[in-house]
């Protein structure tokens, strides 16, 4: 099971980082890639960044390159997206998922385990 937090509102050019604990047994025993995806208000999910669990390696959408950093701790079961110079496009559902197969997928289908997803909002 996964539990995502950290959402909430801030101005434009703040800066958030998302958590997403998992819970059960260790990530490592199944997991090859943890992603998150974000979903805003009447648009389509979409991909935002994955980090391979095992190796670290990170690959981000393009948009989202320079301002967004996925991380693991891979004690905790943890992964993170922090957000900096948050922009009023940015809000939207913020998701994360594990994929149980794929390393560094971008396409939600990949994904078979997802969180309930946090709310970011970020005013101007």
């Known amino acids: 099971q996964l539990q995502a937090s950290g959402g909430g509102l801030v101005q434009a050019g703040g800066s958030l980082r998302l958590s997403c604990a998992g819970s059960?047994?260790?990530?490592?025993?199944?997991?090859?890639?943890m992603g998150w995806f974000r979903q805003a208000p009447g648009k389509e999910r979409e991909f935002v960044a994955v980090?391979?669990?095992?190796?670290?390696?990170?690959s981000y959408a393009d948009y989202a390159k320079g301002r967004f950093t996925i991380s693991r701790d891979y004690a905790k079961n943890t992964v993170y997206l922090q957000i900096d110079s948050l922009k009023p496009d940015d809000t939207a559902v913020y998701y994360c998922?594990?994929?149980?197969?794929?390393?560094?997928?971008?396409?939600?289908?990949?994904?078979?385990?997802w969180g309930q997803g946090t709310l970011v909002t970020v005013s101007s």
């Open positions: 980090i391979n669990w095992s190796g670290g390696s990170t």
């Open positions: 059960g047994r260790p990530f490592s025993g199944y997991v090859r890639a």
């Open positions: 998922a594990a994929s149980r197969t794929y390393f560094n997928s971008r396409f939600s289908n990949d994904y078979h385990d």
